[in-house]
C-alpha cells in the first residue's frame, strides 16, 4: 500500500515537471516530435530507476552523519560527510548515463542520432539529480521505496514530455499569434497543463486517517482553489486568443 | 563604462536581453522557476548563480587546454559541484532559514544547462577574463527573468515585496485591501510561474519581431 501510494504520488502528484520544475531545459527541447520525446522519456525512466536506489545505497552507507560508524565501527560515527552527497551523486549520474549511452547506440543507433546532444545532456537533467536530491531531502526509508519513487518520477517526466510532444505536434495548425509561436506557447500550455495536474492533490487528501472537520476544510479550500483556476483559465485563454 | 571596451560590454550586455539564455537560448529553466514565489529567493538564487558561473567560467577555461576533450563533462561537473557546495555551505553557515527554504533547488545550480551550455560555448574557446564577463552576463541575463517573476508573483501573490506590506495589510483591510482587492493566491502555486514566463516571452518577442519563430 505504502507503495502504491509513493507511486502514483511521484508520478501525478510530485510530477517532476508541473509541480517543481526539473528537467524543463530537455522538455522543452526535445518535445518537437512524439517519436524522440518516447526515446528521451524512456532513457530518463530507466536512469532515473537505476540511480535513485543506488544514490540512497551511497546516502546510507556513506554520507549520512554517523553512516560509516554503521560498517566501520563506532570510531567513524561521528562523521558527517553529507557536503559530499552532491559530487557524489553526480558521479553516479554521470556514469549511468554513459552506460545508456553506450547501450542505446548499440541496439538502437536510430534513436542514438536522433537524440543527439541530448542523450549526454541526461547528465545535467535536472530531473535526474532533483530525483535523488529529493529522495534524500525527503528522507525515504527503505531501498525499495527508493526504487519505487524513481520509477514512478521517471514514468510522471515520461508522461509529461509524451503530452506536450503531441500537442506540439498538433498545434502547427492552430493560428497562434506571432509573438507567441514555439517557446511562448509551450510556456503557456505547461502551465495550464499544470493547473490540470494540481487537481490530481486532492486524491490523497481524501484518506480514512484524517479527521472529518479537516476534510470539510479541505473541501472548502478546494473549492476556492477551483474557483480561482477557472478565473485564470479563462484570463489565459483570452490573453491566447 | 570606461572599464570595458565595446566587445566586452557587448559580452555583459547580449545576454540581458536579445541573447537571453531564458527566453531565447531556452537553457537554465529548470532549477530556476520553483523558487520565484518570493523575491528574496530569487534574488539569493540570481547572486548564487553569478558566482558559480562567473567563477567556473574563469577556471574552465583556464584549464581547457590540458582537459582531454572525452572527460571534460565529468571534470565540468566536478568543478560546478565544488563551487556549488561553496555557495551550499555559506548560505548554510549565514541564512540557514533561508537555505532550508531553497532545499535541493541549490543543489540543482549543477544541472542548470546555462553553465554547461556556457562552459561548452565559450569557456572552451576564449581567454579568462572574456570567459568571466560572458559568465556574469549570462548569470545577470537569468536573474533578471527570475528577478521580474519573483516581484511578479511576490507582489499579487502575497501583497509584499522582500516580506515588506507594499499594498497594505490584507487583515485589517488598509491600503490598497480597502478597495477590496484580494491577494491572488493563485501566483504563488507552481503553474502561474510558467504562465508569466510566457508572457514575459511573448512581450519580448513583440517588441523585436525579428526572435519570432515558426511554429
Known amino acids: ?241 | 563604462m570606461g572599464l570595458l571596451s565595446k566587445k566586452d560590454q557587448k559580452l555583459i550586455l547580449d545576454p540581458l536581453a536579445d541573447n537571453n539564455p531564458i527566453t531565447i537560448q531556452v537553457l537554465g529553466i529548470c532549477s530556476a522557476l520553483a523558487i520565484t514565489a518570493q523575491l528574496k529567493a530569487s534574488i539569493v538564487m540570481t547572486v548564487s548563480v553569478i558566482f558559480v558561473l562567473g567563477l567556473g567560467n574563469v577556471v574552465i577555461s583556464l584549464i581547457r587546454n590540458i582537459i582531454p576533450s572525452k572527460i571534460r563533462i565529468i571534470v565540468q561537473l566536478t568543478v560546478v559541484a565544488a563551487l556549488v557546495i561553496i555557495v551550499d555551505q555559506v548560505l548554510k553557515a549565514f541564512s540557514y532559514q533561508l537555505s532550508k527554504e531553497l532545499g535541493a533547488f541549490i543543489g540543482l545550480i549543477i544541472t542548470n544547462c546555462i553553465i554547461m551550455g556556457r562552459f561548452e560555448a565559450f569557456a572552451l574557446g576564449n581567454g579568462p577574463w572574456k570567459s568571466f564577463l560572458d559568465g556574469v552576463g549570462n548569470a545577470l541575463g537569468y536573474g533578471i527573468i527570475l528577478i521580474i517573476v519573483g516581484f511578479f508573483r511576490e507582489l499579487l501573490g502575497s501583497g509584499t515585496l522582500l516580506g515588506f506590506k507594499v499594498l497594505g495589510d490584507p487583515i485589517a483591510k488598509t491600503g490598497l485591501y480597502a478597495t477590496g482587492y484580494e491577494n491572488n493566491g493563485f501566483m504563488l502555486l507552481a503553474p502561474m510561474a510558467l504562465i508569466v514566463v510566457g508572457i514575459i516571452i511573448w512581450v519580448q518577442r513583440s517588441r523585436n519581431k525579428a526572435l519570432i519563430e515558426d511554429h
Open chain 1, 1 to 241: 500500500m505504502e507503495y502504491l501510494e509513493l507511486f502514483f504520488k511521484s508520478i501525478f502528484i510530485d510530477n517532476m515537471v508541473f509541480a517543481t520544475f526539473l528537467g524543463m531545459c530537455s522538455y522543452l527541447a526535445v518535445s518537437k516530435k512524439v517519436s524522440t520525446a518516447v526515446g528521451l522519456g524512456a532513457a530518463v525512466i530507466f536512469v532515473l530507476l537505476v540511480t535513485v536506489p543506488l544514490n540512497w545505497l551511497l546516502d546510507q552507507y556513506i554520507l549520512q552523519p554517523g553512516a560509516l560508524g554503521k560498517w566501520l565501527g563506532e570510531e567513524y560515527a561521528d562523521y558527517d560527510l553529507s557536503f559530499l552527497s552532491f559530487i557524489m551523486f553526480i558521479a553516479t549520474i554521470a556514469t549511468m548515463v554513459q552506460l545508456v549511452e553506450i547501450i542505446v547506440e548499440k541496439f538502437s543507433p536510430s534513436l542514438y542520432n536522433s537524440l543527439g546532444i541530448f542523450l549526454p545532456l541526461i547528465a545535467v537533467n535536472c530531473a535526474i539529480l532533483g530525483g535523488s536530491l529529493f529522495m534524500q531531502s525527503r528522507e525515504i526509508p527503505t531501498i525499495g521505496l527508493a526504487t519505487v519513487y524513481g520509477l514512478g518520477s521517471g514514468i510522471g517526466w515520461f508522461l509529461a514530455i509524451l503530452a506536450i510532444a503531441a500537442i506540439r505536434e498538433k498545434i502547427r495548425y492552430s493560428n497562434v499569434p506571432p509573438a507567441l509561436r514555439g517557446l511562448g506557447i509551450t510556456f503557456i500550455i505547461t502551465g495550464l497543463m499544470a493547473i490540470g495536474f494540481m487537481s490530481f492533490g486532492g486524491m490523497l487528501t481524501g484518506g480514512d486517517e484524517e479527521p472529518k472537520e479537516e476534510n470539510t476544510v479541505l473541501a472548502d479550500e478546494d473549492a476556492k482553489k477551483e474557483e480561482v483556476k477557472k478565473d485564470i483559465a479563462d484570463n489565459t485563454i483570452k490573453v491566447v486568443e
